[in-house]
């Protein structure tokens, strides 16, 4: 049993560290990309700067080759992308980048038996002033006057930047998640009352959940950042849910262990059933005795777990295990047992991610998004395994999705969908901030670039509660 923990978790980071080496080789292929086209503007056909740099172009574009038929890189929406993933870029692949948009390139390919001749008449013919590349019938025609034939030239593809996908998914995926909390909600009550627990059901919410978020892992994130006042351990449980299937997705972990994590969030923290509700929803500081209470919920929820039939055995085991800890300092406290599992230990950063970004009946105001994730980092190590954290930051972004941010143009943003620069999301700029921007506002980049320089960066992030602003109605 031990064993297959151990296997579990080292398959996902195998996946995740196998995912980041791909995209760092990417990136340096491009980054040579840069410094040939670079040294082409500044030195003559022969010279060894120049054939050195292309020399270690046509080096990792070989060893890109290895695996498969052929290299390709596409350019969408400011964004760099090297087969399905996207590639962090810096000022120098933006001023390549630049340079490519404007000469209607949206994308280039390599092709095995490439030469370094190739890639230097490349340089050479497409750092020419784009109203020559256009005369001569655009970027593809002159490379083929160029005798190239092992690179090719993808289209500039225009996106449509009015409308988020988050937003027009949002419909679809809010009454969704009003139906999981539903099904959640019929769950808890039936333990309550002693009555059979329909599981069949669950199990079909949850696959949906899953097959939603496999579509649209933005749109579900987002609507994790609308809080409910009211019924606060339902939504809780949902929303870990939520968080849980998406950081199982983003390890690449199988649809079927996916589901199962679903389930495990849903449940994991369902023996707050056998507290009393004063308890539980209590405002302010528990006593030591009320904490010894509280501290009883992942024990009864495993029992409670374990006398409900068809439900998966490892929401047992992640209802015992999401309060212990990485370090084992949690509770319930288990000497010398075996390590917290992979998927209690997903469920447990889901869980505190959820529990402090929460609006609870009786905080004025909950704690943004932002500054949820910087509790996480700081607590990578010892509560949590960091390469989950890291994993975790990665997927929800520094400004997860719903986060309202301030913008060094004076303009504020909505966060709609997430780029590879943590930093630098997309986002819808609010004007009115009484929905109608989602119909008719612009939706921009923060990696946009105009001579290497970014057009719009965030200077800080703005609680929505404080400025009446409310985020829900841009995202359903
Ligand atoms: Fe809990
Ligand atoms: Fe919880």
Redesign the pocket.
């Known amino acids: 049993m031990a064993e297959e923990r151990r296997d579990n978790l080292g398959e996902a980071k195998q996946s995740f560290f196998a995912k980041q080496q791909l995209i760092n080789a990417a990136r340096t292929t491009f980054q040579h990309l840069a410094a040939v086209m670079k040294n082409a503007t500044l030195y003559p056909e022969a010279h060894p700067s120049l054939l050195s740099s292309a020399e270690k172009l046509l080096i990792k574009v070989q060893e890109l080759l290895v695996d498969r038929k052929e290299v390709s890189f596409y350019l969408v929406g400011g964004e760099l992308f090297f087969e399905t993933h996207s590639v962090p870029i810096d000022q120098s692949l933006s001023l390549l980048m630049e340079q490519f948009v404007s000469r209607e390139i949206g994308g280039i390919v390599f092709k095995p038996g490439l030469t370094q001749t190739e890639i230097i008449t490349f340089a050479r013919l497409m750092s020419k002033e784009p109203a020559f590349i256009v005369s001569a019938g655009g970027a593809s025609a002159v490379l083929a006057q160029g005798n190239i034939s092992h690179i090719e030239l993808h289209r500039a593809i225009i996106v449509d930047k009015k409308v988020g996908s988050a937003i027009k998914d949002g419909k679809k995926a809010s009454a969704n998640f009003m139906g999981a909390i539903d099904t959640v909600k019929g769950m808890i009550h039936a333990v309550h009352l002693d009555k059979a627990v329909n599981m069949r059901k669950m199990n079909t919410t949850v696959q949906t959940m899953v097959d939603d978020i496999l579509e649209n892992r933005d749109a579900f994130i987002g609507l994790t950042s609308i809080k409910m006042y009211d019924e606060y351990t339902f939504a809780h449980s949902v929303n870990t849910s939520i968080l849980a299937i998406s950081l199982g997705t983003f390890l690449s972990l199988d649809k079927n262990q996916v589901a199962v994590l679903g389930i495990a969030g849903l449940l994991?923290?369902i023996?707050?059933v056998s507290i009393p509700l004063e308890i539980v929803n209590k405002p302010g500081k528990l006593t030591d005795e009320e904490w010894e209470v509280?501290q009883r919920?992942?024990v009864e929820?495993a029992l409670v777990l374990s006398d409900v039939p068809g439900v998966t055995k490892m929401a047992m085991v992640t209802?015992f295990e999401?309060?212990q800890h990485r370090d084992h300092r949690g509770y319930p406290q288990v000497e010398g047992g075996p390590r917290q599992h992979l998927f209690s230990q997903i469920v447990a950063l889901a869980?505190a991610y959820e529990?402090i970004t929460a609006a609870r009946v009786y905080y004025s105001s909950r704690t943004p998004p932002d500054q949820a994730i910087r509790i996480l980092l700081k607590n990578r190590g010892g509560l949590f395994d960091p390469i989950l954290v890291k994993a975790f930051v990665n997927m929800i972004g520094i400004f997860p999705v719903g986060t309202l941010v301030k913008l060094d143009t004076g303009e504020v943003g909505l966060v709609v969908h997430q780029t590879r620069d943590l930093l630098r999301p997309r986002v819808l700029l609010l004007t009115k901030f009484d929905g109608s921007e989602k119909e008719t506002g612009a939706e921009v980049s923060l990696l946009e670039t105009v001579s290497g320089q970014y057009v719009r960066s965030i200077v800080g992030t703005i609680d929505p509660n404080a400025a009446n602003i409310n985020v829900k109605q841009y995202l359903d």
Do not use: L, R, T
């Open positions: 994991h923290d023996g707050k509280i919920h992942p929820g209802a999401h309060h869980d529990a």
